[in-house]
């Protein structure tokens, strides 16, 4: 299977992986242990999809079944924003664990660059954005902190990389200027209606691996009331007609379109036939013009901001 190399480990990630954010409950286990057979290796999961101790269950299921091995597998977690002071970074990394039931994680990302009021997980869990009161609590938590203590998660051999989600160029390279362990992986929204070419140009050159998420653009986000009212990319007769032209589905145009330049692809989907084609979806080539075609589709449209929640927590310029 294609995958990327991270520096510092030299781990392979897969090139395309499985998100775990809505699938649902109480099939999950299930899904996770059916991608696997389908020979998916690399799930991306986080507190707040609320379904990792079901994901892991799929995972055990495929161990035990002699499926897979636990080496072949990539599995990714995130660190949620109430955990952000040092203290708690730790104590969250080892609760997912347990609900997964491993005993490292392949990658931890820190989810976003805000850092929430700590909410004890016995208290609630999954994390949410909001307090008990329905209110938004932000944290004086510096970044740096963050990254030491995800460092010493590296140490301790909780997790065998680290990474960042959802920051931008400066912030990057403010986490670099204090790293001793560097950022490996950044996961970010990536589609041709926002190809972000600055911050995958910094990417390559300071070596992190990128990953993409949302890559079918407006419709993954039209349940959470955050759609912005663009046309279906899924749609869009650029992204048909070069499908046509291969033979492909418009969805495995758009995964290629990230998965051919080396950036990891991790759609999610509840409905096998969906999960079966997005998994061969790294099994032709777009052409330059096709690649050229589809970037030029940007409309800088960020479906995910956290700004819509709290304009206090804007993070992208
Ligand atoms: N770091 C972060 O902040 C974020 C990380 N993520 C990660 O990225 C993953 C993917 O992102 P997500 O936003 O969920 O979006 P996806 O791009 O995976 O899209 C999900 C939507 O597309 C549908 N879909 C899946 N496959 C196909 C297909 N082949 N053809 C047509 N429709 C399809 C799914 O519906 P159906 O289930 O019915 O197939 C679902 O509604 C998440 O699961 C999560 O792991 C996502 C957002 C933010
Ligand atoms: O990864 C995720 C997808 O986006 C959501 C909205 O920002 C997040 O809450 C979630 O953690």
Known sequence: MAAVVLKRTGQK????????????????????????????????????????????????????????????????SKLWNTFHAADHVKELAQYQLKLWGLDYFDLYLIHFP????????????????????????????????????????VDSGLVKNIGLSNCQGALILDVFRHARIEPQVLQVE????????????????????????????PQS??????????????????????????????????????????????????????IVANFQSDDFDLTASDLKALSALNINLRLNDPADIDPRMAIFA
């Open 114 to 153: 805000i850092a929430l009021k700590y909410v004890d997980p016995a208290h609630r869990f999954p994390p949410e954005w909001f307090g008990d009161d329905g209110n938004v609590h932000l944290q004086n938590t510096p970044m740096h902190e963050t990254w030491q203590a995800m460092e010493t998660l």
């Open 13 to 76: 990630m897969p090139l395309v992986g499985f998100g775990l954010w809505k699938v649902t409950k109480s099939s999950c286990a299930d899904t996770v242990y059916n991608a696997i057979k389908l020979g998916y290796r690399l799930f991306d999961g986080a507190g707040d999809y609320g379904n990792e101790k079901e994901a892991g269950e799929g995972i055990q299921r495929a161990l035990k079944d002699g499926i897979v091995k636990r080496a072949d597998l990539f599995i990714t």
């Open 221 to 274: 986000y039209v349940e959470l009331s955050m759609d912005k009212g663009a046309s279906s990319l899924l749609e869009h007769p650029v992204v048909s007609n070069i499908a046509k032209s291969h033979g492909k589905t418009t969805s495995q145009v758009l995964l290629r379109w990230a998965s051919q330049r080396g950036i990891a692809v991790i759609p999610k989907s509840n409905n096998y036939d969906r």
């Open 190 to 217: 990536l589609h041709p209606y926002l190809t972000q070419e600055p911050l995958v140009a910094l990417c390559k050159t300071l070596g992190i691996a990128l990953t993409a998420y949302s890559s079918f653009g």
